[in-house]
């Protein structure tokens, strides 16, 4: 997988460091729990005096009573608890006039009562203040009393492609860390500032299209601007660090899923009609439609992707993230992984795989061979109509390449030994690195297959990459398969600090700066030599990381070759993005790339991602 695997817990009230300052003065003595029928004077708490103008509530850590407002959206699971919008709003568009009350156990209320809330104010950061995540305003411990019901709910406030801005968030301030947590909000400038003034208030949307598709934790991202940065098959792509994407917004419903079942979208599709309830921040996504009430899914009929097969002197070579595969997952996986590899990629002379786990699984019992995983996926392949592949690979030492504890997850050659031979040469293991010597006039690794430089502290808790020197056609050809560091720790796109920090890439930059000198070892034995280097890189073409795979020349990353709109191998958070990658060497010359689309836009995947395959001569 590329991005951090995630679970869903109900948050408990927690408060954010940014307010610790605050909290440490002490909390203002609670008032009556009683509800005064009274009514309101000049120094009443409203909703709009808890948000107040900046991320933060100027009333954080300190008890507030009676204040009013119309339930407009209740959750029974998860984060347990209700919204409430004041019906008087002020006149000041930065101040949001809705606000979560967290309960912990089921509420009793419902929408459209009428409530006065006593309770403490808290700035709530889902993920805990580590993760860089802005902080949810919310009630908590509180006393509610219920004046009337049957009340009309508050008017939704329509997001749309007019209302969201095109510039993404503000610089966050240097002087506090590059957080914006204490700047002004601004929701006619910058899209975060508008969701961050809306947080807790009744919103919707109107008939969108769906840039992520629903997933296993029943949610599904839309975007509000139907020509920004579209993809060819309906998505909106993430460019560049700059292109975030200003109209993406997750959807989900506050309807329990055993009530009513959460629709099936893929990318591409429409959610249509209205999708209307509380805006809220969550740690897998930020801003959030809680939908209230849920609008239906037209299906566009997205195929997945074939690409076409390889002509007799074109050299196939393809790369596939498997998603963790192992012989205890469902015969249907492998099944359907294989007719992927056979119908949709072609069958290539040489596959890559990434996430291909041992024997055991998860099972954490010191399992390092793959032999059985991969017997019964090149089974399923020659089953499904392919070629019976044969498979070459270096098991790694026990829980030392990061991924699934006891998984021990590495990269494996597929290869049809009917197009395409392998030029073994013993010695690689583990900890045994391989080099490059010049025999005659052409390169040569010294284990093939073998890792490049596995003791390089680049490495650590990460997969190493594996080199093979293959022949096609009396044509030497390298590849080199690789896995990179996850992005696990980085800052989400909505992160208090804009920019958001990316710590991940420290380490990926330092495992590309090590293939950039394989690979021009390669070179400066055999100038011209095809050197092909695929994998998981888990990073975009615009990426230092992939800067780093260029520098010198060395390499080319061949995704670029693509039109932007089909410049994508992963979906996350509703931007198409790459993370899959094959560059090459200048030596092999013209090449034919296609980034395979038939997993990232799907609700039924088999993998998270879409597979990669260059064709050229050597």
């Not at 989900?252 to 079942?261: G, T």
């Not at 097969?309 to 012989?327: G, I, S």
Request: glycine fraction near 10%; charge should be negative; charged fraction near 20%.
């Amino acid at each position: 997988m590329s991005h951090i695997s995630r679970s869903r817990m109900p948050r408990s009230a927690a408060v954010s460091t940014v307010v610790a300052t605050a909290l440490a003065a002490g909390l203002l003595a609670a008032t009556s729990s009683s509800a005064s029928s009274a009514a309101p004077d000049a120094d009443e708490v409203r909703v709009h005096d808890v948000q107040g103008g900046t991320r933060l509530s100027p009333l954080a850590g300190q008890q507030v009573a009676d204040v009013p407002g119309i339930v407009t959206g209740v959750r029974t699971y998860g984060s347990k608890g209700f919204w409430i919008q004041d019906a008087k709003a002020d006149d000041d568009p930065a101040t949001s006039e809705g606000v979560f009350v967290y309960t912990g156990t089921a509420p009793t209320v419902k929408a459209g009562d009428a409530v006065r809330v006593s309770g403490t104010v808290t700035e709530y950061v889902p993920g805990g203040a580590a993760s860089g995540n802005q902080s949810l305003t919310q009630l908590t411990k509180p006393t509610v009393t219920v004046e009337s019901s049957g009340n009309e709910l508050p008017a939704p406030v329509t997001i749309s492609a007019k209302s969201v801005p095109s510039a993404y968030a503000p610089a966050g301030d240097p002087a506090d860390g590059n957080s914006v947590n204490k700047l002004p909000l601004r929701p006619r400038a910058y899209a975060l500032d508008l969701y961050e003034s809306l947080e807790g208030m009744n919103v919707r949307v109107g008939s969108s299209r769906v840039v992520g598709a629903s997933d296993p934790y029943n949610e599904l991202w839309v975007t509000v601007k139907p020509h920004e940065n579209t993809t060819r098959r309906g998505g909106a792509r993430y460019g560049s660090y700059e292109a975030q994407n200003t109209g993406r917004l997750q959807i989900q419903q506050l309807a329990p899923v055993s009530e009513r079942p959460f629709p099936k979208a893929d990318v591409g599709d429409a959610l249509t009609g209205t999708t209307e309830g509380p805006l809220d921040f969550n740690q897998f996504g930020g801003y959030t439609l809680a939908a209230r009430s849920l609008g239906e899914v037209v299906r566009k009929g997205l195929e997945r992707e074939r690409t076409r097969p390889q002509r007799e002197r074109e050299l196939a070579v393809a790369t596939y993230n498997v998603e963790n595969l192992d012989p205890g997952d469902p015969q249907a996986k492998f099944d359907a992984l294989a007719q992927a590899v056979v119908t949709n990629l072609a069958s290539p002379d040489i596959v890559a795989l990434e996430e291909i786990q041992d024997n055991s699984g998860a099972k954490n019992d010191g399992t390092v061979a793959a032999d059985v995983t991969l017997k019964k996926f090149t089974d399923a392949i020659a089953a499904a109509g392919g070629p019976r592949y044969a498979w070459r690979s270096v098991d790694p030492e026990n829980n030392k390449d990061g991924g699934e504890p006891g998984g021990n997850i590495r990269q494996v050659f597929l290869y049809n030994p009917e197009r395409v031979s392998f030029t073994d040469r013993p010695g690689g293991d583990a900890t045994t690195p391989t080099d490059v010597v010049r025999e005659g006039k052409r390169a040569a690794l010294t284990r093939s297959p073998g890792r490049i430089d596995p003791a390089n502290e680049a490495w650590t808790n990460s997969r190493k990459p594996l080199a093979g020197e293959f022949t096609f056609r009396g044509r030497t050809v390298f590849v080199v398969a690789n896995h990179f560091a996850s992005k696990g720790g980085d800052e989400s796109l909505t992160s208090h600090h804009q920019p958001p920090a990316r710590s991940s890439e420290v380490q990926r930059v330092k495992q590309a700066t090590a293939v950039n000198a394989f690979v021009r070892k390669v070179r400066a034995a055999e100038r011209n030599a095809d050197v092909v280097v695929v994998g998981d890189i888990n990073d975009f073409e615009f990426s230092p990381a992939t800067q780093a795979l260029e520098a010198g020349g060395a390499l080319r990353a061949g995704i670029e070759s693509l039109p932007r709109a089909e410049r994508y191998s992963y979906v996350y958070q509703g931007n198409s993005q790459v993370l899959d990658q094959i560059l090459v060497s200048p030596g092999v010359g013209r090449f034919a790339y296609d980034s395979v689309h038939v997993n990232a836009e799907f609700a039924d995947q088999n993998s998270d991602h879409d597979p990669q395959v260059i064709r050229f001569k050597p």
